[in-house]
């Protein structure tokens, strides 16, 4: 994690990361104010909450009450070294916990990360650089050496230059990584987390049976991802890019909507209209993109050329965002390499979504199969040890597709999960799905798998498949675990052979998708320096549901963006009017603003938890419409899951509206003991609402022009690196 820090006034510091600011000051015996803890105060600070937090975890997935128990830590000073120390860590714990549970809380203080650390001893290098952005891959903690050449299959590369290749590629952009976190919680399963250290919000995550793989994975990924925008999908890129001469890629192109907002000529083509539109219903203004929000300039698409015919055919941006999120995309060393990640990924996807909707019951692979992959047969182990049993399924329906299954179960919670993962190679599938059960996850994040069910309506639903594809998340059906399955095992291989074993396993994944008469297009995209591609099967490789463009698109953020951010300009009669759409386009109400209009508040902040329930109440205050805030503010305080100080302002509102609304009290009979139990400066903010004196409490003023949104103009930052990048290599090709 990159930690900023900026020098204040005095001695006092600020220290910056991901949305987090913290003052550091010295005690006024060292000539500072005493304003702040000092540096080595939060270090001593952290252990003892980094032990907290670990009881804590442990007490949360055994129903443990913490109510009763407390912790504290010690630092003991060895008087001849004052670097010497002993942090001695107490635990009270109330007399009717288990001796079991005793002593699991104790070891699981043992895990405290910070105590790990320190307990290893940190390498600190010190060092001057000409600017601090400049050495943009130093974050990375794996530099495999070029002399070495690890082949693994897929890679048209050895691991070893991929890296390399891929770190340098984003060095030059200008973009700053850094290693967020790494697991390797049984043998041969390795993932990792990295991300933008300007921009956390790009980030991505990456798997493997080795350190260097699971590495290679995370910057593929992370190219694939700023290759196709994936990491600015839905969000807001300002009025600059907006008029630029383009906003999403130099080949892209605009078009005007017919007469009586009907689809233009030149968008699409007549298979994809027969998926996309079957009811008529799909409307020009329906596919204006959120990105840009330029409705004047038209229905920005993108060129994608069709298999069957090498025809080009323009895919509305809009219409890729909302139905595919991440599917299809990918990054490699060749474009046939991309080109079976893509497929590999859609099949496994979209077999996945067969079988669970299906309720279908798979084979298992036979014990001497599964001997013959040694590496896997010990990462499996390593679960069944800690108490998971783990299923070996082979996906691939009678050999008709290269997908396999891992499932893991778990007896303390009766959760389980179904990883899938695809390839031309048996047993890189079976990796595949083994390493996706583990990615980014530690065994207490096994704890929140949701059970079984028999109710089928619950696993066929649309948005199961969505939580399947998120984080795998989402119900499975008993039935998959019938031992009687639905098809044989079938020692499936696509792969090719050879050196252009890539191009061999991409069209053999392209012959299965045309012997289902599925018609594919693919968009390549090379200008940042790294052979990127998308790949599009109408009709199979969607996420969501095609009626989401007409009833439930990312597009509605056009209807409130410019309105709420401009929210503290409005007069009345404006504000009743974006109240009335909040009320009336069938929105959720406890969804949050920021997903809403596509902007990247700071979490943190009022503005970060700002939901349309609450957005609606605070426009109600506004025009003293009292009776529905009243209404409004028993809807937040119930179901709302917010801040203390926020519920406590809704609590002392609540109040307020009590009396305001009774004709038989008075406020100022009140008012001084409601200051007593709330507090002044609460109950300043309460009564101005109510009074006028203050509007919309504690969303700070923006605009379009995105004023105060830190966290978002650093997304727009990392984005505008692309941009510039793209400019380029057009004027170039030029």
């Known amino acids: 994690m990159e930690i900023k820090v900026n020098f204040l006034d005095k001695l006092r510091l600020e220290a910056k990361f991901d949305d987090f600011t913290v003052i550091a000051d010295q005690p006024i015996r060292y000539k500072g104010d005493g304003s702040a803890p000092g540096p080595f105060d939060y270090f001593l600070a952290s252990s003892a909450l980094c032990a907290a937090y670990f009881v804590k975890l442990y007490c949360n997935t055994r129903d443990i009450p913490t109510e009763n128990i407390r912790l504290s830590q010690n630092n003991i000073v060895d008087p001849e070294n004052r670097y010497q120390q002993i942090f001695k860590i107490q635990v009270e714990l109330p007399p009717d916990i288990s001796e079991k549970d005793r002593q699991g809380i104790l070891r699981s203080i043992e895990r405290c990360t910070v105590k790990k650390v320190v307990q290893a001893g940190p390498e600190f290098v010190i060092e001057e650089v000409a600017n601090l952005d400049a050495d943009a891959q130093a974050l990375l903690t794996v530099n495999p050496s070029l002399e070495s050449s690890t082949y693994i299959p897929g890679k048209d590369l050895p691991l070893e230059q991929t890296i390399a290749n891929m770190s340098g590629l984003l060095a030059n952009l200008g973009i700053k990584i850094e290693i967020a976190s790494w697991r390797n919680i049984v043998p041969n399963v390795w993932s990792l987390h990295i991300r933008d250290a300007h921009s956390p919000m790009c980030f991505t995550n990456g798997k493997g049976s080795t350190k260097e793989s699971a590495l290679a994975s995370a910057l593929g990924e992370y190219i694939e991802r700023i290759s196709n925008n994936h990491f600015y999908a839905g969000a807001y890129w300002g009025e600059e890019i907006a008029n630029a001469p383009f906003v999403h890629y130099p080949d892209e192109r605009w078009f005007q909507p017919g007469p009586g907002d009907a689809l233009p000529a030149g968008i699409l083509d007549e298979y994809c209209l027969g998926i996309y539109d079957p009811d008529g219903e799909l409307r020009g203004s329906h596919l204006v993109d959120t990105n840009s929000g330029n409705v004047k300039r038209g229905i920005v698409s993108l060129p994608y050329v069709r298999h069957s015919d090498g025809e080009t055919v323009y895919f509305p941006s809009n219409l890729v965002e909302n139905l595919y999120a991440s599917n299809g995309m990918s990054a490699g060393n060749t474009l046939a390499e991309a080109q079976v990640q893509c497929l590999s990924e859609i099949f496994e996807r979209a077999v996945k979504r067969e079988i669970l909707e299906g309720e279908l019951a798979l084979p298992d692979v036979p014990q001497e199969v599964l001997a013959k992959y040694p590496g896997i047969v010990a990462g499996i182990q390593g679960l069944e040890e800690q108490g998971f049993p783990v299923l070996v399924k082979d996906a691939s329906l009678g050999g008709q597709y290269p997908v396999m299954c891992v499932t893991l179960m778990n007896p303390r919670t009766g959760g389980v999960f179904a990883s899938f993962g695809a390839h031309p190679s048996f047993e890189v599938a079976l990796e595949r799905s083994l390493t996706e059960l583990l990615q980014g996850r530690s065994f207490e994040g096994l704890n929140d798998l949701p059970p079984p069910t028999f109710a089928s309506e619950a696993v066929t639903e649309p948005y ?33 052979q050879g050196k252009e074993s890539n191009a061999e396993e991409a069209a053999a994944l392209l012959g299965i998708l045309e012997d289902m008469g599925r018609e594919v297009y693919m968009a390549v995209y090379d200008e940042l320096g790294a052979t990127a591609c998308r790949i599009l099967v109408p009709g199979y490789s969607e996420i969501y549901p095609v009626e989401d463009l007409v009833w439930d698109n990312t597009n509605k953020s056009l209807l409130f963006r410019e309105d709420i951010l401009n929210l503290h300009r409005l007069d009345d009669e404006a504000l009743a009017a974006l109240l009335d759409r909040l009320e009336n386009n069938e929105l959720d109400e406890y969804s949050d603003i920021a997903t809403l209009i596509g902007i990247e508040f700071d979490e943190n902040t009022d503005w970060g938890q700002l939901t349309v329930l609450e957005l609606r109440l ?27 100080e926020r519920r406590l302002f809704y609590q002392a509102m609540n109040a307020v509206l009590e009396v305001v609304l009774d004709d038989e009290m008075e406020l100022d009979d009140y008012v001084a003991n409601f200051r007593r139990m709330f507090g002044n400066p609460r109950m300043d903010a309460v009564l101005g609402s109510v009074d006028g004196s203050v509007r919309f409490h504690g969303l700070t003023p923006t605009g379009m022009g995105l004023e105060g949104l830190d966290r978002h103009q650093r997304l727009m930052d990392s984005y505008r690196k692309l941009h510039a990048a793209r400019a380029k290599a057009a004027a170039r090709s030029r």
């Open 464 to 496: 199961n498949f969505v939580e399947h594809f998120i984080d795998s998340s989402g119900v499975v059906s008993w039935r998959f675990f019938s031992a009687k399955s639905d098809h044989d095992f079938v020692e499936w291989d696509f792969s090719g």
């Open 618 to 644: 605070l426009i109600n205050l506004a025009l003293e419409q009292f009776e529905e805030a009243q209404e409004l503010v028993g809807a937040f305080l119930q179901y709302n899951d917010n801040t203390v």
